[in-house]
């Protein structure tokens, strides 16, 4: 490998920045020219590409959003525009790829890489910690601790008022944010994609605890659970308990912004150093991963197909947490 092409692609999280920044660093320091991709796999198609040395890195660990902009493409997705995005890689005589982003992004690497000789390594960045072979995906830190400080202030609110309030939180279908926010914010119930929440049980026990006057003032809904969302949950809650003073409050994309934590620009740092590692010592198509602290490459074809494990541990803790 001698030049090689790094991108971030889907849904932006804090610390991609960090990880563009030891990608290309590492790259550099090793002796490799890099190659900035805009805007994903859409850049890739269109010859937006940059060389890029390693001032154009500087300043950036701290920032969120990536400075190399995102896109979901569905182009990439067809041979053609595969065909076109190699064309300008091998134009230039790229000849590795790093990519950063979630499952559909390495879905598309996978592609790509069984299709021409270009080793694609993938790293986990996404604020929805939804990928196997790993503990850890850039951007969940901060996205979680977005979602506890924004919770934080609503639960004053509701303190105020004796409101219960139903709040919803991104995740898409998995529940990692709603469950790690709802703990740390000391919730009555979260509601996830992993697991049937039963309505019966959380009314009967909301009710009960009203006898005894345990003020329940928050409720944390992953926006993938099965009810549809906090505004559908809301809208059950009210019918069942007509008496309730209750209030949906949805994060959206707060969630995905902001300075990235000291623990996923570590993380980003760690996997943007080995990505390129990986690369060098031809460990090829894999994502690189944490796991146990260690680092853990698995192919990126694992990667695609491989459900992230959910477990129910943290659920039974928060029910009695909050008993
Ligand atoms: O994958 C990250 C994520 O923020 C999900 O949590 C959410 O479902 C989705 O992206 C939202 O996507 P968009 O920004 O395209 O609306």
């Not at 890195?57 to 595969?82: D, H, M, S, W, Y």
Request: glycine letters at 12%; charged letters at 25%.
């Amino acid at each position: 490998v001698t030049k090689i092409g790094v991108l971030t692609s889907g849904g932006d999280a804090p610390g991609m920045n960090a990880a563009v920044r030891a990608v290309v660093r590492t790259a550099i320091y090793n002796g490799l020219e890099v190659y900035g991709v805009v805007r994903g796999y859409t850049g890739m198609i269109e010859d937006d590409i940059y060389h890029m040395d390693s001032k154009s890195v500087a300043n950036i660990i701290q920032r969120g959003g990536t400075i190399l902009k995102t896109a979901r493409c569905k182009e990439f997705f067809t041979p053609e525009g595969r065909l076109k995005a190699y064309n300008n890689l091998a134009k230039r005589g790229i000849d590795g790829l790093v990519v950063i982003g979630g499952d559909g992004s390495f879905n598309g690497a996978q592609r790509f890489s069984n299709e021409f000789d270009i080793p694609c390594i993938g790293i986990p960045g996404t604020i929805d910690k939804d990928i196997a072979g790993t503990d850890y995906t850039i951007g969940f830190d901060t996205a979680v601790n977005t979602a506890v400080n924004a919770i934080d202030k609503i639960r004053d609110t509701a303190d105020a008022h004796d409101r219960l309030f139903v709040v919803e939180v991104m995740g898409r279908d998995a529940g990692y944010i709603a469950l790690h926010s709802g703990i740390a914010t000391g919730a009555e119930k979260v509601f996830v994609p992993e697991a049937q929440t039963d309505i019966d049980e959380l009314v009967a026990s909301l009710t009960e605890k009203e006898r005894r006057k345990k003020l329940v003032n928050l409720i944390v809904v992953a926006e993938g659970d099965k009810f549809g969302g906090g505004n559908e949950v809301g809208k059950i809650l009210k019918e069942r308990m007509p008496n309730a003073d209750i209030r949906v409050s949805i994060l959206g994309h707060i969630q995905r912004g902001g300075a990235p934590s000291c623990f996923d620009r570590l993380i980003a740092s760690r996997m943007g150093y080995y990505a390129v590692e990986s690369l060098l010592h031809g460990r090829h198509n894999v994502m690189v991963g944490i796991v146990n602290d260690q680092m853990n490459y698995i192919p990126l074809d694992t990667a695609v197909k491989e459900k992230h494990i959910f477990s129910d541990e943290w659920l039974h803790i928060l029910k009695v947490l909050a008993s």
